[in-house]
């Protein structure tokens, strides 16, 4: 069930996403007087098609659903042109109509963007307090002193909003390796400032929680205990659902990844928890041994641990500031993806951080799990994410043709067929290549849990 829900949301994010850069497409070549003669949605023979319109525009679907495609009178050089429609065709257009048409597409992922952010910002969305846990030690966190429960309020100098806020900008400056000025409110209401500092991080790795190795983790209340299995070892020393954790051995539980650390090092070895049990302190001892779960096999004392809840926020803005905030994360997160790439090419962050449909997939049905929120703002991410790897300047891609129409501009005529031929087959390697890489990078994440 979990498979076909995962799929299900993939291909509902990916038909979205697809219609919306192929109707770019579709509406500029409209609007530049070339003729349209199919819309489609897929790849290969469209399987269900309609002709609608006085052009009797194809409309359809087709069987590989991993593109789609808009196809244009005279886009083709061996397909005959009407004379009568010689001025409709796309490539009797001038080289500026033509970059229009092309950069299309893109840009209607960009303002599917911009459109969602606008919607939730005027909406308002739930998020977290930028509150934080007691950092790790040796992380910049720890260095700069600050202590758990501390609220950041501002961020070099701008007003911080929430923690995802806090986390977006982490990401960005750690990404410029950079030091920066926090400051802090702690609970009994004093500020200070505190100075990061990103400059000695000699490694970027995204998708290996980079937040946390800054040492920034989300502030909660203590954990609980949850479901407990008959016959456990958590049942066997006395533990009920209900219980919150306050420590467990000689160190103190901050977090249930805190408590489920301290369980894992004491296989069938007693291990002291204390607990606050209807406001009552109790000091228990619990053996933790090799359990199985799912076919895993790990040391557990085989009780579900709860996180502990976060303060929360409403965040939300007028129509004006919700549309110029969606504008200004539709490009921060533009600019941020470009920054990636390029760190990837020159081998600063590894490419197993570059992921491809089955951890999208992933994402898709885990989001929309959470609720409509969390999957638009993936949708509006992955929309981002489409538009601007169209944009690179590779064959095969929009890019690839806006590049070839440049180099037209400069040269005064078209570029050759030869050299779009080698073109086309340099941008199938990359594209193919890229696409291996991130199936790979997807299996490899499946394999390690």
């Keep these: 069930?979990?498979?076909?829900?995962?799929?299900?949301?993939?291909?509902?994010?990916?038909?979205?996403?697809?219609?919306?850069?192929?109707?770019?497409?579709?509406?500029?070549?409209?609007?530049?007087?070339?003729?349209?003669?199919?819309?489609?949605?897929?790849?290969?023979?469209?399987?269900?098609?309609?002709?609608?319109?006085?052009?009797?525009?194809?409309?359809?679907?087709?069987?590989?659903?991993?593109?789609?495609?808009?196809?244009?009178?005279?886009?083709?050089?061996?397909?005959?042109?009407?004379?009568?429609?010689?001025?409709?065709?796309?490539?009797?257009?001038?080289?500026?109509?033509?970059?229009?048409?092309?950069?299309?597409?893109?840009?209607?992922?960009?303002?599917?963007?911009?459109?969602?952010?606008?919607?939730?910002?005027?909406?308002?969305?739930?998020?977290?307090?930028?509150?934080?846990?007691?950092?790790?030690?040796?992380?910049?966190?720890?260095?700069?002193?600050?202590?758990?429960?501390?609220?950041?309020?501002?961020?070099?100098?701008?007003?911080?909003?929430?923690?995802?806020?806090?986390?977006?900008?982490?990401?960005?400056?750690?990404?410029?390796?950079?030091?920066?000025?926090?400051?802090?409110r702690n609970a009994s209401g004093e500020s200070a400032a505190r100075t990061l500092d990103f400059t000695g991080l000699d490694h970027l790795d995204p998708d290996k929680d980079l937040i946390g190795r800054l040492g920034f983790r989300l502030y909660r209340s203590q954990p609980r205990v949850g479901r407990i299995a008959p016959g456990s070892p958590a049942e066997a020393g006395g533990l009920k659902s209900g219980d919150i954790l306050l420590s467990a051995g000689d160190k103190s539980v901050g977090s249930a990844d805190d408590f489920i650390g301290q369980v894992r090092s004491r296989r069938d070895l007693p291990l002291r928890i204390s607990v606050l049990r209807a406001g009552q302190k109790l000091d228990l001892s619990v053996t933790p041994r090799e359990v199985e779960n799912d076919g895993k096999k790990y040391v557990g004392i085989n009780a579900g641990i709860e996180l502990g809840t976060a303060a929360m926020t409403t965040v939300s803005y007028g129509a004006g500031g919700s549309f110029t905030r969606a504008v200004g994360q539709t490009w921060d997160m533009s600019v941020f993806s470009l920054k990636m790439l390029g760190k990837m090419i020159t081998g600063e962050v590894s490419w197993r951080n570059l992921s491809g449909p089955v951890t999208i997939a992933e994402y898709a049905g885990k989001t929309a799990r959470l609720g409509a929120t969390y999957y638009l703002n993936f949708l509006a991410l992955v929309s981002i994410s489409l538009g601007v790897i169209n944009l690179l300047p590779i064959p095969m891609l929009d890019g690839g043709h806006l590049m070839y129409y440049l180099a037209e501009i400069i040269r005064g005529k078209p570029v050759s067929e030869r050299v779009m031929e080698i073109g086309f087959k340099f941008g199938l390697a990359i594209v193919a290549v890229s696409m291996v890489l991130a199936l790979y990078n997807d299996i490899n994440r499946l394999l390690a849990g």
């Design 1 to 184: 069930m979990n498979l076909l829900h995962y799929i299900f949301f993939f291909l509902v994010a990916l038909g979205i996403l697809i219609a919306f850069h192929e109707y770019g497409h579709y509406l500029a070549a409209r609007l530049c007087g070339v003729k349209v003669l199919r819309y489609c949605l897929g790849f290969g023979t469209p399987f269900i098609s309609k002709r609608i319109g006085p052009d009797q525009t194809e409309w359809g679907i087709a069987p590989f659903p991993i593109g789609g495609y808009v196809k244009l009178l005279g886009q083709d050089p061996e397909d005959p042109i009407p004379p009568a429609e010689a001025h409709r065709a796309f490539n009797n257009q001038a080289v500026w109509k033509r970059a229009i048409i092309i950069v299309a597409g893109p840009l209607a992922n960009f303002i599917l963007a911009i459109a969602v952010y606008w919607g939730l910002n005027l909406h308002g969305v739930e998020e977290p307090v930028a509150r934080m846990a007691a950092p790790a030690i040796g992380t910049p966190a720890a260095r700069a002193g600050l202590q758990p429960g501390d609220e950041i309020t501002r961020f070099d100098g701008e007003q911080l909003v929430s923690w995802n806020d806090l986390n977006w900008r982490l990401l960005n400056a750690a990404s410029e390796h950079r030091s920066v000025v926090v400051e802090t």
